[in-house]
């Protein structure tokens, strides 16, 4: 969790301060409304994600790292949890209708099945 508040706090920092610089370049030539703001923010955006690949690199592998650490560790719950469950089951148990099986009866009705196989 703290790598993914590192990150995410770092790509924040870089959009701000990518947007700021844009904002003080361009600021001059045009006049500041909310089409020029949004242009400004879709800019920055582009280009703190370019940059952010480069700089923000040993910050993305670390969050990389740290969730493939936690899903390997909820596969080896969701493992354990399925061997435990499979534990449960008895191979050799007894039907469920208490070991009775049912027959089909002769249709001559004399109840000698074996005899007519």
């Given at each position: 969790m703290r790598t993914f508040v590192l990150y995410t706090l770092a790509r924040l920092a870089l959009f701000a301060a990518t947007f700021g610089l844009i904002w003080l370049v361009f600021?001059?030539?045009?006049?500041w409304s909310t089409v020029s703001a949004l242009y400004t923010a879709i800019i920055a955006m582009?280009?703190?994600s370019i940059v952010s690949l480069f700089v923000?690199?040993?910050l993305r592998e670390?969050?990389?790292?740290?969730?493939?650490e936690r899903a390997e560790r909820a596969k080896a719950a969701f493992e354990a949890r399925r061997a435990a469950e499979d534990d449960d089951v008895v191979p050799d148990a007894p039907p469920r209708d208490g070991g009775a099986s049912v027959r089909p009866r002769s249709?001559?009705?004399?109840?000698?099945?074996?005899?007519?196989q």
């Open positions: 600021n001059r030539w045009l006049d582009i280009v703190s923000l690199g040993s670390a969050f990389a790292v740290h969730v493939a249709l001559d009705g004399d109840g000698d099945d074996a005899a007519q």
